[in-house]
């Protein structure tokens, strides 16, 4: 009890420290990997004394759990109300979401594959106690009736997040088809204030990160050893392995087969904007390169920033495909959890679904994870347990995401017979 009671009082002590640091201006990267070494040290010497320690990373991942939903919710109303009319969306907005959603099925399956070929996470030596075991799964029947909204208050507590997204979706077109848009104001600011509420909070909570991940580490360091280091940066080599195939390989074959151009050109006329948002690692902050390397290649404006602009909110196989599925078969192969094959075609099809509401939000990659991990019955405590590559994975994950959206623009306007082969060929 006391020795506990002092883990406490240190950890309480080290988050004073990473909380000046942050005053200071220090990166969020580097407190997350200083937040890990603190909380290995806290383990190493209170081991066995770290239950009251593990309390605010608990707190922190039951949070995040929570504020999910509402954020779906809001931020898919928000982005399907923007297509402005049914036509463009039937158009325009069906081609660009489409090809957007083809990205993430293709970089899910790639990172299923890849995740499986190597039995990532395979005797990682981590042992955690969850509350929850992953359910049967039921007849395609009734998975596929259960996809549709029958109560959204039980779909939240019950962590379904499927028909959370239909119903948001569903209510997004009748806004778009409603002819006077004015009897409805009060409704549409209501769902845009509710959509900034939600990203602020949501962005005030991933503030937290360093404090969380020092303290979840703290209580699982006992059970951590070599090898579950050099599964942790194995993890990381297989997302950059995944994120980086995905982009000139997997991409350069969609943009042959979709849009019918040479996609060598594509991949060096784009590389400025990729490179832009690997270093940054920010979707948004790298939409201005986005938008002028696609203007630049022939794709009309409004087709460049609405792709663009899409792309930051659905689809990201980087931040809502690769880097979620494979955290989920890492700790399905370290917890020893039984997954189906069916199983996993509903994790490809939840991660898809997930990505529709993040728009512009700070730490989208943890988000995308915790909706997947919410929707399949995983701990979400082991997100936190691995971020500690998560800030190194940002790079790879943000400039594949930004990848697609510029690509998708270039397609789209392929499709549209809009693309200007000059330019392009220039």
């Known amino acids: 009890m006391i020795k506990s009671i002092i883990a406490l009082i240190v950890a309480f002590v080290l988050c004073l420290v990473l909380n000046a640091l942050k005053k200071r201006k220090v990166s969020f990267m580097i407190r997350i990997l200083l937040a890990t070494a603190m909380g290995a040290v806290v383990g190493l010497i209170f081991k066995g004394y770290t239950d009251y320690v593990a309390i605010f990373g608990r707190v922190f991942a039951s949070l995040l759990q929570a504020f999910v939903f509402p954020l779906l919710l809001f931020s898919i109303i928000t982005t399907v109300s923007s297509l402005e009319s049914t036509e463009k969306l039937g158009s325009l907005g069906g081609k660009t979401i489409g090809i957007l959603a083809l990205h993430n099925v293709l970089g899910s399956i790639l990172a299923l594959i890849l995740g499986k070929l190597v039995s990532l996470g395979m005797n990682a030596n981590i042992q955690m106690n969850t509350t929850e075991k992953v359910k049967e799964v039921p007849a395609f029947a009734d998975v596929f009736v259960s996809f549709f909204p029958k109560n959204i208050v039980d779909s939240m507590v019950n962590n379904k997040i499927v028909p959370i997204v239909i119903f948001a979706i569903i209510i997004g077109i009748i806004i778009i088809r409603y002819e006077n848009k004015e009897e409805i104001k009060p409704f549409l600011d209501f769902v845009k204030a509710g959509n900034k509420v939600m990203n602020r909070v949501i962005g005030e909570i991933i503030e937290f990160t360093p404090y969380a991940v020092m303290s979840l580490l703290a209580n699982q360091v006992a059970s951590l050893d070599l090898s579950f280091v050099t599964s942790l940066l194995f993890l990381l080599l297989m997302v950059y392995i995944a994120c980086l195939f995905h982009t000139f390989i997997t991409t350069s074959v969609m943009m042959s087969l979709i849009a019918r151009i040479n996609p060598i050109k594509f991949q060096r006329k784009f590389f400025p904007a990729w490179l832009i948002a690997f270093t940054t690692q920010s979707s948004i902050g790298t939409l201005p390169a986005n938008i002028k390397e696609q203007e630049d290649m022939g794709v009309p404006t409004e087709i460049a920033s609405f792709s663009a602009s899409i792309g930051t909110t659905f689809g990201m196989p980087g931040c809502a495909a690769i880097w979620p599925i494979l955290l989920a078969i890492f700790t399905i ?78 397609m789209v306007a392929a499709l549209q017979k809009q693309l200007d082969l000059e330019k392009f060929n220039a």
């Open 333 to 410: 192969n370290a917890l020893n959890i039984p997954f189906t094959a069916a199983q996993y075609a509903i994790m490809v099809g939840s991660a898809l679904f997930a990505s529709l509401g993040t728009v512009g939000v700070p730490g989208t990659g943890t988000i995308q994870a915790t909706a997947l991990f919410a929707a399949m019955g995983l701990p979400v405590e082991m997100i936190l347990v691995l971020s500690p590559i998560a800030g190194v994975a940002d790079m790879g994950r943000t400039s594949t995401n930004v990848h697609a959206g510029g690509s998708t623009g270039v």
